[in-house]
């Protein structure tokens, strides 16, 4: 079962035969209690559901409006062939002498559709009155169908001519030619999640954003270091020191670390940060939890075992849902630096680009300059949460632990 984050397995706990699946894999929008197959006790009551269709599967709605409504309009509707009218009467009269909703099993029903009996005729035996199998096979027996049988023909030719129209109706909107120069892509839920939350982000939220440049070369040589000592335990990433970076500095400078809630904001006593991953069927933000308690190997593993079941829709709603600060790195793709959109209730976003080399001033040096690493990273913040000085506090103090990456360890 597919919702808008997450696809999840449901185990059937009843024992049986599948007679007719209703609702065939990739269905969209379903509404609660809608029938998705048929299930059977005896394998050789399969063959009788094989015509069965959707409104059958449903309530009886149709039925039920003909039962209710009152036998004294009838005089009231236009007149009618005599022939139409003369089929027709039998049927109107046992539902309206029945006063009631007819009750019966799909099988029930299945069987009555195919030998052309109208239920409204049979009396059930079922608790409530339901009609069952039973009844079907004992109102067959007693030859009782040739009522109905006769009644068929006469009403299905009138049926049939409005019908067309409907048919004809639907099948307007055909998929484009071969030669059309598109391809009408259908939206999955998880991509109407995804646009309606970024749309009442960037219209509702006030955005603000702010840049900064962070030298990576001490960053790199540690991590470097940490990597060869592990022997293949474990491989630290650039995106694990980010995070952990972030997490202290949310613990510093706390008035981040916060969400709108519309009439108060919520400041949180934990870091924990939502990292945006991307999946073949949209971007989904998995949150590791406590980051401002973990050292770095635990992020890694974190970060890599919920990136991996994200990718395979197998993350747990509430691995998904909350979160106090988000994350967004497009270094990996050559991006140097792009502007995220907030997402609600957190507060801020960090968009991260690509660590380059870069030029820069050095007087202690003959030539004058050096090459040094350096990544870019923009702050997107909420500015009913915390204004342009509370995020420039965390930005400088996100700066400090990476440029001095033994600090993280405190």
Same mark, same amino acid.
């Given at each position: 079962?597919?919702?808008?984050?997450?696809?999840?397995?449901?185990?059937?706990?009843?024992?049986?035969?599948?007679?007719?699946?209703?609702?065939?894999?990739?269905?969209?929008?379903?509404?609660?209690?809608?029938?998705?197959?048929?299930?059977?006790?005896?394998?050789?009551?399969?063959?009788?559901?094989?015509?069965?269709?959707?409104?059958?599967?449903?309530?009886?709605?149709?039925? *039920?409006? +003909?039962?209710? &409504? !009152? #036998? @004294?309009?009838?005089?009231?509707?236009? /007149?009618? =062939? %005599?022939?139409?009218? $003369?089929?027709?009467?039998?049927?109107?009269?046992?539902?309206?002498?029945?006063?009631?909703?007819?009750?019966?099993?799909?099988?029930?029903?299945?069987?009555?559709?195919?030998?052309?009996?109208?239920?409204?005729?049979?009396?059930?035996?079922?608790?409530?009155?339901?009609?069952?199998?039973?009844?079907?096979?004992?109102?067959?027996?007693?030859?009782?169908?040739?009522?109905?049988?006769?009644?068929?023909?006469?009403? *299905?030719? +009138?049926?049939? &001519? !409005? #019908? @067309?129209?409907?048919?004809?109706?639907? /099948?307007? =909107? %055909?998929?484009?030619? $071969?030669?059309?120069?598109?391809?009408?892509?259908?939206?999955?839920?998880?991509?109407?999640?995804?646009?309606?939350?970024?749309?009442?982000?960037?219209?509702?939220?006030?955005?603000?954003?702010?840049?900064?440049?962070?030298?990576?070369?001490?960053?790199?040589?540690?991590?470097?270091?940490?990597?060869?000592?592990?022997?293949?335990?474990?491989?630290?990433?650039?995106?694990?020191?980010?995070?952990?970076?972030?997490?202290?500095?949310?613990?510093?400078? !706390?008035?981040?670390?916060?969400?709108?809630?519309?009439?108060?904001?919520?400041?949180?006593?934990?870091?924990?940060?939502?990292?945006?991953?991307?999946?073949?069927?949209?971007?989904?933000?998995?949150?590791?939890?406590?980051?401002?308690?973990?050292?770095?190997?635990?992020?890694?593993?974190?970060?890599?075992?919920?990136?991996?079941?994200?990718?395979?829709?197998?993350?747990?709603?509430?691995?998904?849902?909350?979160?106090?600060?988000?994350?967004?790195?497009?270094?990996?793709?050559?991006?140097?630096?792009?502007?995220?959109?907030?997402?609600?209730?957190?507060?801020?976003?960090?968009?991260?680009?690509?660590?380059?080399?870069?030029?820069?001033?050095?007087?202690?040096?003959?030539?004058?300059?050096?090459?040094?690493?350096?990544?870019?990273?923009?702050?997107?913040?909420?500015?009913?949460?915390?204004?342009?000085?509370?995020?420039?506090?965390?930005?400088?103090?996100?700066?400090?632990?990476?440029?001095?990456?033994?600090?993280?360890?405190?």
């Amino acid at each position: 079962i597919e919702t808008d984050k997450a696809q999840m397995d449901f185990e059937f706990q009843e024992e049986g035969y599948l007679a007719k699946i209703i609702a065939p894999t990739g269905t969209k929008d379903l509404k609660i209690d809608s029938p998705v197959a048929i299930v059977v006790e005896n394998e050789s009551d399969i063959a009788a559901f094989a015509d069965f269709t959707v409104d059958q599967a449903g309530s009886n709605s149709g039925s *039920a409006a +003909a039962e209710s &409504a !009152p #036998a @004294a309009e009838a005089p009231q509707q236009p /007149a009618q =062939p %005599a022939q139409t009218e $003369a089929a027709a009467k039998p049927a109107v009269s046992s539902a309206a002498d029945s006063g009631s909703r007819i009750f019966a099993s799909p099988l029930a029903k299945a069987m009555a559709k195919e030998k052309g009996i109208d239920l409204a005729q049979i009396s059930g035996s079922g608790p409530r009155g339901r009609i069952v199998k039973a009844d079907i096979e004992s109102f067959i027996a007693s030859g009782a169908t040739k009522a109905a049988a006769v009644a068929t023909p006469a009403v *299905a030719p +009138a049926a049939a &001519a !409005p #019908a @067309a129209k409907p048919a004809a109706a639907k /099948a307007a =909107p %055909a998929a484009p030619a $071969a030669s059309a120069g598109f391809t009408d892509i259908p939206l999955t839920n998880m991509r109407k999640v995804i646009a309606a939350r970024l749309t009442e982000a960037k219209s509702t939220v006030p955005h603000y954003y702010l840049t900064q440049n962070i030298n990576m070369d001490n960053i790199n040589k540690l991590r470097k270091s940490l990597n060869t000592a592990a022997n293949g335990a474990y491989k630290l990433s650039v995106n694990d020191f980010v995070i952990k970076a972030a997490a202290c500095a949310l613990r510093e400078v !706390p008035e981040v670390n916060s969400s709108w809630q519309g009439e108060f904001i919520r400041q949180h006593h934990h870091a924990d940060i939502a990292v945006a991953v991307a999946t073949p069927a949209g971007l989904i933000t998995p949150i590791v939890k406590t980051c401002d308690a973990k050292g770095l190997r635990t992020i890694s593993e974190d970060v890599r075992d919920l990136a991996t079941r994200a990718r395979a829709n197998k993350l747990k709603p509430e691995e998904f849902q909350g979160g106090s600060f988000t994350i967004s790195n497009l270094g990996m793709y050559g991006i140097t630096s792009f502007s995220a959109i907030i997402n609600p209730p957190h507060a801020a976003i960090l968009s991260v680009g690509t660590t380059e080399s870069r030029l820069v001033l050095d007087e202690s040096s003959e030539k004058g300059f050096k090459s040094v690493e350096v990544m870019s990273v923009q702050l997107s913040a909420d500015h009913r949460v915390a204004d342009g000085a509370v995020g420039a506090q965390f930005l400088k103090a996100f700066k400090g632990y990476l440029e001095n990456p033994l600090t993280l360890m405190l």
